[in-house]
C-alpha cells in the first residue's frame, strides 16, 4: 500500500480539507451525517453520479469522503470513472496503476490502494484502461473487490461516469447502497435531472439524495 503525504499536495477545491469552518464543508458534514442516518451506521457503498458530464461530482465525491474520513471512518474513495478520471487529478496521485488493473487482475487491491494521511482516507484511482470499461464494472471482479473492500474499510465511495452517458453507472448503482445524486445549478437542465433520476430507478438504485453544486 503507497503512503504519501496529502497536505502539500490537496488543491484549493478541497475545502473541506483546506477549510473546514467553511459553510461548504459544513454542508459535506450535513450529508456526511445524513448518509450516516440513512445506512444506520452500517459499512456502505455510497455512489455518486450526475446526468453529465462537468457537473462538480468529482470534487463533491472528494470532498465526501475527506468529511466522512475526518469522522475516524475508513474510507475507500474508489475512481470508477475509467473512461475520463479525474479523483487522481484532484489529489495530484499518480494513476498509473488502479480500478482497471485490480479487475483485469493484473494487480491486487491491497497493492493498488494510496493511503492518504488524512484522516482514515485510501484511494484507488482508475488505472490504466485497456478494455471496456462496461464489461470491467459489470463483472464478478467488480463485486469480488467490493466484498474484500468492505472486510477493511467502514465505507467505499464510488465517483462513477455521468449516468446519462454511458451505461458503466447504471451497473454501478445496482451494486450499490445508494446514490448521491450531483446536480449543477445553472448548467443542469431539470428534463436532464428528471431523467438522470428515472436512469437510476430503472437500475433499481437507491437514491440517498441530491447535491445542488454552485458552480
Known amino acids: 500500500m503507497k503512503r504519501r503525504s496529502a ?48 457537473e462538480g461530482k468529482s470534487t463533491s465525491a472528494a470532498n465526501l469522503a475527506l468529511s466522512i474520513a475526518q469522522q475516524k471512518e475508513k474510507v475507500l474513495l474508489i475512481d470508477a470513472n475509467l473512461r475520463d478520471p479525474h479523483i487522481h487529478f484532484i489529489f495530484k496521485i499518480p494513476n498509473e496503476k488502479g ?22 482516507l485510501a484511494i484507488l484511482t482508475s488505472g490504466q484502461l485497456d478494455a471496456n470499461p462496461a464489461e470491467l464494472l459489470g463483472s ?10 468492505l472486510e477493511d474499510y467502514d465505507v467505499i465511495l464510488i465517483d462513477s461516469p455521468p449516468v446519462l452517458e454511458v451505461t458503466d453507472t447504471k451497473l454501478l448503482a445496482n451494486k450499490s447502497d445508494g446514490v448521491v445524486l450531483v446536480i449543477s445549478e445553472g448548467r443542469t437542465a431539470i428534463e436532464k435531472a428528471t431523467e438522470a433520476k428515472k436512469a437510476l430507478e430503472f437500475a433499481k438504485a437507491k437514491i440517498f439524495g441530491v447535491i445542488l453544486n454552485e458552480m
Open 99 to 120: 480500478l482497471a488493473d485490480v479487475l483485469s487482475g493484473q494487480e491486487n487491491l491491497k497493492n493498488t490502494v494510496f493511503q492518504t494521511e488524512i484522516g482514515k
Open 140 to 149: 464478478d471482479s467488480m463485486e469480488e473487490l467490493f466484498q474484500q473492500a
Open 7 to 54: 497536505s502539500k499536495t490537496l488543491k484549493r477545491n478541497l475545502v473541506v480539507y483546506s477549510n473546514p469552518d467553511s459553510i461548504i464543508a459544513e454542508q459535506f458534514r450535513t450529508l456526511r451525517t445524513n448518509i450516516h442516518f440513512l445506512t444506520g451506521g452500517k459499512k456502505s457503498i455510497l455512489l455518486l453520479t450526475s446526468p453529465s458530464s462537468s
